[in-house]
Structures are given as C-alpha cells and as structure tokens.
C-alpha cells in the first residue's frame, strides 16, 4: 500500500500548492451604480461618471475610436492615462485626426482600412477634430483612474466593481455639469447615485 501513500502524499500536495497559491480574490468589492438625469433627454447620454480619488496608476490597453458615416465612433471616450487609441478609417473618404487640445497632435490624413496609434500620457479632455470634416467632433477624456462608465441612452451607468471605501465622484458632460457627488462603497453592496445634469456655471 505504500504506492497508495505516495498518491495520496501527492495529492494533498498539489491541493496545498493550489490552495496556497490562489491569489486574494477575496479581495472585498462593492459596485456603484446609478441613473443621471437631465431635461433634454439626449443629454443623458454620454456622461462620464469616474471616481476623483487618483493616483491609480497608469494603463497599457488599446482601445480603439472608429471614423464611420463621416462620424467619429464612440463620440465620448473616457480611458485610464497610459491608455493607446487606435483610430480607424471606415470610410471610403480620407479622414484627418488632430487635437488643439493638451498635447496638440495632428496624426495626419489616412485613407480607409488604415489605423494610427496615440499613447495618452496625460490626464484631460481632448477634443478630437478632423481637418477634412469641419463637423465631425469626439471628446477623449484622459483620467487618472481606471473606475469610470458612460452612460447609456437612457441615462443609466455602471462603475467596475471596487474596494469598499468613501469615494469622491467627477461627471464629465460636453454641453453640462454636475456637482461633485460622494458616495460610499459597502462589500457586496451596489451603492445607488442620481446625477442631475445642470447648465455649466
Ligand atoms: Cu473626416
């Protein structure tokens, strides 16, 4: 029986190793979750909701924004600093990407199915302009967390799950603003938050 026991020794080790080995995914979490608001319904698209809290880090993702129908795909884009955009042409016309915002790029004018890259270092909104079309518009916002969302057509939104703690919240709008809102984060709880969009001050 002896082969038994070295089976048997084996097992409890390799379940000790993968016991111990496991990382702390019991790290606690908590979600926030909540509606915003405005009086014209369009504008509860959109709306960035992030935690303020910064100091997160930097991240090293792609993302990508598309140029379709003469239009710049998503219009609103919120990413984590260190985060790369790969801006794609759909269309069957050059489209142009420039900014005269923060870091002021032009990456130049590229014909359809090409892509270019930009590595955001820097926190901000930047407005994302094409010189081949006056109307095209799409705003990249550049924050120091990696907890944000944006909300849906109807106003609804949802942050990553995230430690428990008090958080401060920021809401990014192109035409609106609202009050900074703070909220509490309990383990396995999803904290509710009502964000009412107002005319800029
Ligand atoms: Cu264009």
Same mark, same amino acid.
């Given at each position: 029986? @002896?082969?038994?026991?070295?089976?048997?020794?084996?097992?409890?080790?390799?379940?000790?190793?993968?016991?111990?080995?496991?990382?702390?995914?019991?790290?606690?979490?908590?979600?926030?979750?909540?509606?915003?608001?405005?009086?014209?319904?369009?504008?509860?698209?959109?709306?960035? !909701?992030?935690?303020?809290?910064?100091?997160?880090?930097?991240?090293?993702?792609?993302?990508?924004? #598309?140029?379709?129908?003469?239009?710049?795909?998503?219009?609103?884009?919120?990413?984590?600093?260190?985060?790369?955009?790969?801006?794609?042409?759909?269309?069957?016309?050059?489209?142009?990407?420039?900014?005269? #915002?923060? $870091?002021?790029?032009?990456?130049?004018?590229?014909?359809?199915?090409?892509?270019?890259?930009?590595?955001?270092?820097?926190?901000?909104?930047?407005?994302?302009?094409?010189?081949?079309? $006056?109307?095209?518009?799409?705003?990249?916002? !550049?924050?120091?967390?990696?907890?944000?969302?944006?909300?849906?057509?109807?106003?609804?939104?949802?942050?990553?799950?995230?430690?428990?703690?008090?958080?401060?919240?920021?809401?990014?709008?192109?035409?609106?603003?609202?009050?900074?809102?703070?909220?509490?984060?309990?383990?396995?709880?999803?904290?509710?938050?009502?964000?009412?969009? @107002?005319? @800029?001050?």
């Amino acid at each position: 029986m @002896k082969s038994l026991r070295v089976v048997w020794a084996l097992f409890v080790a390799v379940a000790l190793t993968v016991f111990i080995s496991q990382p702390a995914s019991a790290t606690p979490k908590g979600k926030i979750a909540g509606t915003v608001s405005a009086e014209v319904a369009k504008h509860r698209a959109n709306t960035i !909701v992030y935690i303020k809290d910064a100091g997160q880090g930097t991240s090293k993702v792609t993302v990508k924004m #598309d140029q379709r129908g003469l239009l710049f795909v998503p219009r609103v884009l919120p990413i984590q600093k260190g985060t790369t955009i790969e801006f794609k042409n759909s269309d069957p016309v050059g489209h142009n990407v420039y900014t005269p #915002d923060g $870091d002021k790029y032009d990456l130049g004018t590229w014909p359809k199915g090409q892509s270019r890259k930009y590595v955001y270092k820097n926190t901000g909104v930047f407005r994302q302009l094409c010189k081949v079309h $006056d109307d095209m518009i799409a705003f990249v916002v !550049v924050l120091d967390t990696k907890y944000f969302a944006v909300s849906a057509k109807n106003g609804t939104f949802k942050l990553p799950p995230l430690p428990p703690g008090k958080y401060t919240l920021g809401v990014w709008h192109e035409k609106l603003a609202a009050d900074e809102v703070t909220v509490e984060v309990v383990e396995g709880k999803t904290s509710d938050v009502q964000i009412e969009l @107002k005319a @800029k001050k």
